[in-house]
């Protein structure tokens, strides 16, 4: 039927490779926004789950809205917190995307907040003790949405690490002479990670985190975390190993372990992690250049992530700077981040299969191409008369 069981055979693989490419998706790239002319939108973070990606819009001349996108609804604004807040950014979300933290800010400051569909955008309280003029600021969320993790805020005043629990209110913890922040929390809200500062002639602010049981601890590497696994097992972030060296780190009970950098840079950043700490992203710079987003994989290290989109994935990236990766979803498929298209600051979503899964395209289409070749060499062949 098909040209004989040679031809039969590539035929039924290219299909089985193609069918798995669909069952497991096909690479995307979009990008967000904006909803108004002259709109300039910045992605913060995405959901565990993919499905929301949440950040700012910014109107020159106006201010800031925070807002929530998703492939159905596309971009919404989400407005900012009542009485007399002026502007909003969001900067993290709950792992099905009901619950989104961020931060407002009034003549005082800032001031994070929280929201769901249900109650809107409400203001998280000082905490209590604080002196007047201190303001909050909410980096991240614990899976549920129930603890908000970030750090206090004032000019002139060390910043001190703060978490709110799902009625509001808050706790703070022990800082160092320089301050503490607290950039990210594990999926149960039990372990953050950010920095302590070291005492000193020159106070340095160290990689650090708080558990639940054990306190807090500094991890011994200046720099400071950004990004940990739902479990709380792996740390991402950014450290100084030697002098004038300041990389993209990942951390585990063995210790750190140094990134790297891309071609032509000398500092990195990692941003985020998947859930088994195998995928992290972040971006890398040199003096007085733009950032360049990357991709880290135990396999291939770090690569450019513009390279991985256009070689890996086939994806195109005419016009497109990757300049940042902002957030990653548990499974590493779902990335967010910013940039410029043709020349204009842009915010951008990818969604990429799993890793085989690009092989297992291009397979396919070699497969296809090659069927077609033999297919065609057969019908130029002289055949025997049927007896």
């Not at 709950?94 to 994070?112: A, E, F």
């Not at 129930?146 to 005043?157: F, L, Y």
């Not at 195998?278 to 291939?300: H, I, K, Q």
């Amino acid at each position: 039927m098909y040209g004989g069981p040679r031809v039969r055979f590539l035929w039924f693989a290219a299909h089985l490779v193609l069918w798995t490419s669909e069952a497991s998706g096909i690479p995307t790239l979009h990008r967000i926004g904006p909803d108004s002319p002259g709109g300039i939108v910045d992605a913060r973070n995405v959901s565990a789950d993919g499905s929301t990606v949440v950040g700012t819009i910014v109107e020159v001349g106006i201010g800031s809205e925070a807002f929530r996108w998703t492939v159905s609804e596309g971009l919404v604004r989400i407005g900012s917190p009542p009485n007399g807040f002026l502007d909003s950014s969001a900067e993290a979300v709950s792992s099905d995307g009901s619950v989104i933290i961020g931060n407002g800010r009034d003549s005082d400051g800032s001031r994070g907040f929280r929201w769901t569909a249900a109650t809107g955008l409400v203001a998280l309280p000082v905490p209590a003790g604080t002196s007047t003029g201190v303001g909050t600021l909410a980096n991240d969320t614990s899976a549920d949405g129930s603890v908000v993790a970030g750090h206090t805020t004032a000019p002139g005043v060390y910043e001190q690490a703060v978490t709110w629990d799902a009625a509001g209110i808050a706790s703070v913890y022990a800082s160092g002479d320089a301050g503490s922040h607290v950039y990210a929390v594990s999926a149960d809200g039990a372990v953050l990670v950010g920095d302590d500062s070291v005492s000193g002639d020159a106070p340095a602010l160290q990689v650090t985190r708080w558990t639940a049981g054990g306190g807090k601890e500094r991890l011994g590497l200046d720099g400071w975390a950004r990004g940990v696994t739902p479990n709380g097992e792996t740390i991402v972030g950014t450290a100084q190993f030697a002098l004038n060296s300041q990389q993209a780190f990942r951390w585990r009970e063995g210790g750190f372990e140094p990134l790297g950098f891309l071609p032509g840079t000398n500092y990195s950043i990692a941003e985020d992690v998947s859930a088994d700490g195998a995928v992290v992203v972040g971006s890398a710079s040199a003096s007085f250049a733009n950032s360049r987003a990357f991709l880290w994989t135990e396999a291939d290290g770090m690569r450019d992530l513009a390279g991985v989109f256009a070689m890996d994935y086939g994806l195109d990236v005419t016009g497109w700077e990757f300049e940042y990766v902002a957030g990653l979803s548990d499974d590493g498929r779902t990335l967010v981040g910013g940039g410029t298209y043709l020349g204009e600051v842009a915010a951008w979503v990818a969604v990429i299969p799993e890793p085989s899964t690009g092989a297992l395209v291009a397979s396919g289409t070699l497969m296809l191409a090659i069927s077609r070749r033999y297919a065609a060499r057969r019908a130029c062949q002289t055949l025997p008369p049927i007896s």
